[in-house]
């Protein structure tokens, strides 16, 4: 039998209530400690709904393929919200998912099944020209391997985006050094991809994502092919960009450390976010 001394003692202590009803006293302790705890958790681990305007959402978002008979759920039943301005980190092991669900952000996939809408409208809605104006000018990828033209120095790398927009030469090239300014390397416009190093191609890979000002940026391991210096690095420059520009960052990586950075991480298991 607990004392009355040790009950006044747990009320002032756990600042609950007690009554003489000892069941509603010990339901009310096990609240409060409940809600102690998730309140660590949350600070620990960060809230799973985003704070300010949602710039991209998905619902239901299925991709499946039929190998030898058996259908594969690459992506399954994902539920998503990201808001303007955050970095977010997907994680998960090599065959998760998590890639294809990027390209299925990114509009560079279909899916099977499910809704996608950025920044209120619907992916799967738009016609052929208006998913191409999508992907020119609303979103920036960046590749781990680069994909930089070898016979073309890397400010005209940079300016290949804006060569399906019609733009005059001048006004193109001055928003590609602009581009290779805000990731500091600028100095190096007229050098060959094969006359950079990883990370400097890397840099110049993230201008081109930047050169039409998109509102998000998809990141498919961007420090993969890095060392851990010249990765931080890489991070540090789409950090600076989505402070500076309010430029939404979503980041795929299987690095902790990485995936750190963000505001939010995000674990892939067999298709599923978690």
Known sequence: MISKSLLIQLQTELKTAYSGDITAFVNDITTDLTDSKTEKLKQRSGSNIPSGKIILSARNLTK??????ERIHAVDDVNLDIAEGEIV????SSGSGKSTLLHLLSGLDQPTSGEISVDGKSLSSMTDNESAAYRNQTIGFVFQFFFLQPYLNVRENVEIPLMFRKMITSERQEKAVNALNLVSIADRIKHLPKQLSG?????VAIARALVNNPKIIFADEPTGNLDEKTGK???????????????TVIIVT?????????GRIFNMVDGKLL
């Open 199 to 203: 990370g400097q191609m890397q840099r």
């Open 254 to 262: 299987h690095n902790p450390k990485i995936a750190s950075r963000a």
């Open 64 to 69: 499946t393929y039929t190998v030898g008979g």
């Open 89 to 92: 980190a997907i994680m998960g």
């Open 233 to 247: 690095e890489i991070m540090d420059v789409l950090e600076n960009i989505s402070k500076q520009n309010r430029t």
